[in-house]
């Protein structure tokens, strides 16, 4: 790529790393494309987060004043018993002012298509298509598609998530690189509105969590349980998986059964594993991880925002050397993982505050909640998202 003007860069995945890596590339002068396997845009409605390094980024896109706008005005955490009676309650809102918090909760769905419009100029896009085949020299990777013509490009970027195609033809198969975490979670939108409209209402069996979050009106349901790797389970069974959440929380109280009438009759259930990826090296040649990709992190909604500052920090540093992509890829992940591994480490701290195993554990989170100082709180809040370097400024 020695001398050459204006890279090629496929990415695989329109979902917030590749949109957000999409933005930044052409402003360095890359030239990229993305390939969805999706036909249009595609997302779960599950809230997450913007905050720490994703805010810095987001006000250089210029989509901050929109993520506001779209925030889902959550104030608190109420946590239920199963006569629906509260037992504990977080308020969010006031933790995040006391941290000095600038971090703002919006839905998946919402975040994909801001981040997509404020890039959907930046890039070709390819709808409704996949990678099938990779072959890379020194030069470029040759790459096959399932409906367009065989392309070449300068370099690959897999952004196409936990079940990434570009990790599987590139570095090898999924079962080499993911990891069951011993939880699966589920969310479903509901029709009608959530009843609390600033609170998150959760409720805890032991093993298992189910939470109602409203969103602009309406009510998102998340369920959250322990349970081992289901062996023959396909992430495409939507009847399957059905089966495993109506037996998993069969005989649940509170709200619980209502919902589960729900969910046999949904056609609109997200549900996947809660994995970790864990891989020696992020790059591979020419091709390169992003997002959960390259590491799938944990359960308070951090991967979003590791997403988008990973994009910008990926971004840069193929910028800062486009002729040398390996050293890129190198500071890149090296960066980055300062970010990355503390989060990698927290998925049993996660578990254990929202899906204690034990009923003894429940009642001891239910009690911690009302007994949290807010300064501890606030001081935990921050140390959510490990400080990042410093972003430097962008360059046309």
Do not use: C
């Not at 993305?34 to 980024?57: F, K, M, T, Y």
């Not at 079962?175 to 939108?189: C, D, K, Q, W």
């Not at 389970?233 to 069969?250: C, G, P």
């Not at 308070?300 to 002729?323: I, V």
């Amino acid at each position: 790529m020695t001398g050459k003007v204006n890279p090629t860069v496929l990415i695989s995945g329109a979902g917030i790393a590749g949109t957000t890596l999409a933005y930044w590339l052409a402003r360095h002068g890359f030239r990229p494309t993305i390939v969805e396997r999706a036909a249009g845009l595609r997302s779960s409605g599950n809230p997450v987060d913007v905050r720490g390094p994703a805010v810095a980024v987001a006000e250089r896109m210029g989509v901050m004043p929109r993520l506001r706008q779209a925030g889902t005005q959550v104030a608190a955490m109420s946590f239920v018993n199963g006569r629906g009676r509260q037992v504990g309650r977080v308020n969010m809102r006031a933790l995040r002012q006391a941290a000095g918090s600038q971090e703002v909760e919006v839905t998946r769905t919402d975040l994909a298509t801001i981040l997509y419009e404020a890039s959907e100029d930046s890039a070709e896009i390819l709808f409704g298509d996949t990678m099938t085949a990779l072959r890379q020299d020194g030069d470029g990777v040759d790459v096959a598609f399932g409906k367009a013509a065989p392309r070449r490009f300068d370099l690959v970027i897999g952004a196409d998530g936990l079940h990434s195609a570009t990790r599987r033809l590139a570095f090898g198969p999924e079962s080499r690189f993911v990891r069951h975490m011993g939880l699966y979670v589920a969310t479903m939108p509901l029709d009608g509105p959530a009843g609390n409209e600033t609170d998150v209402v959760l409720h805890n069996a032991p093993g298992r969590m189910v939470a109602l979050h409203p969103v602009h009106g309406r009510a998102l349901a998340a369920f959250i349980f322990r349970h081992p790797a289901v062996q023959d389970f396909n992430q495409s069974d939507l009847a399957q998986h059905k089966r495993i959440l109506a037996d998993a929380y069969a005989g649940d109280a509170w709200r619980v059964p209502e919902l589960l009438n729900q969910v046999r009759a949904a056609d609109d259930l997200w549900f996947d594993s809660v994995s970790q990826v864990r891989i020696g090296s992020w790059a591979n040649g020419r091709v390169a991880l992003l997002g959960d990709a390259a590491s799938s992190v944990s359960l308070f909604g951090d991967g979003s925002t590791l997403a988008m500052a990973g994009a910008y920090t990926l971004a840069e540093e193929l910028a800062a050397t486009p002729d040398d992509p390996h050293s890129a890829f190198a500071r890149y992940e090296r960066r980055h993982r300062i970010l990355v591994d503390p989060r990698q480490g927290n998925v049993a701290t996660a578990a254990a505050l929202m899906v204690p195993a034990t009923r003894a554990g429940v009642i001891a989170r239910n009690l911690a909640t009302r007994l949290w100082p807010a300064a501890a709180a606030a001081s935990w809040l921050r140390k959510r998202i490990t400080p990042s370097r410093r972003l430097t400024p962008v360059t046309a």
